[in-house]
């Protein structure tokens, strides 16, 4: 809610104090910094996920393609293991 409204650094703080973290808070904590157009923050976010699932690769593309830093988008793209229809339609609408 923090991140959706804008206040990522509330987020971040909240995110800071959980005592669990699972693939839906990374993915909302990785979510929010795209939508603020702070990808530097979001890769960090990224390559600190325990694990990851298409939706945090799909939201990293978007992240880099909304800012136009398609060559990093490309790139994390191809080091995908596995592309579905969302991820190939995301590097295509950037």
């Not at 909302?28 to 996920?49: I, K, P, Q, W």
């Not at 990093?72 to 592309?83: H, I, K, Q, T, Y």
């Amino acid at each position: 809610m923090y991140a959706t409204c804008g206040e990522v650094d509330l987020a971040r703080r909240m995110f800071d104090t959980s005592p669990e973290r699972d693939l839906v808070s990374w993915n909302s904590m990785l979510s929010g910094y795209v939508n603020c157009g702070l990808t530097a923050s979001a890769r960090h976010v990224f390559d600190e996920m325990p694990e990851r699932g298409a939706i945090s690769w799909n939201a990293m593309i978007n992240g880099y393609s909304k800012c136009n830093e398609m060559d990093s988008a490309r790139e994390l793209f191809d080091r995908m293991p596995s592309r579905n229809v969302e991820s190939w339609n995301t590097l295509i609408a950037g």
